[in-house]
């Protein structure tokens, strides 16, 4: 069964910088449209970054400059860089795959496979 392992997250002070890793399993990874969500307390899980198997990627506006996705198929991994943490990035990172298709996705309910999860907290 094709999982999602997410790893890279923990404790920064604000303005400080983080990576994370997202490795999967999947023998076809490089097809997989993939994404980074949050989720912080008592909100919605929203997307952040969304990456295509060719390599396009989608920023939501207040990470624009800030974060940045990638990924390495031979790794069958992808990255979320966040440089210029804020207190207001604490939150539960999630990694998703779309097995289906290579395209950005940019709705969660175009996401098929999910990773368990790993916090981020940006203290002030």
């Known amino acids: 069964q094709v999982q999602l392992v997410e790893s890279g997250g923990g404790l920064v002070q604000a303005g400080g910088s983080l990576r994370l890793s997202c490795t999967t399993s999947?023998?076809?990874?490089?097809?997989?449209?993939m994404g980074w969500f949050r989720q912080a307390p008592g909100l919605e899980r929203e997307l952040v970054a969304a990456i295509s198997g060719v390599g396009g990627t989608w920023y939501i506006d207040f990470v624009k400059g800030r974060f940045t996705i990638s990924r390495d198929n031979a790794k069958h991994t992808v990255y979320l860089r966040m440089n210029s943490l804020k207190p207001e990035d604490t939150a539960v990172y999630y990694c998703?795959?779309?097995?289906?298709?290579?395209?950005?996705?940019?709705?969660?309910?175009?996401?098929?496979?999910w990773g368990q999860g790993t916090q981020v907290t940006v203290s002030s």
């Open positions: 999947g023998r076809t990874f490089s097809n997989y449209a």
């Open positions: 998703a795959a779309d097995q289906r298709s290579t395209v950005l996705r940019l709705r969660r309910d175009e996401y098929d496979l």
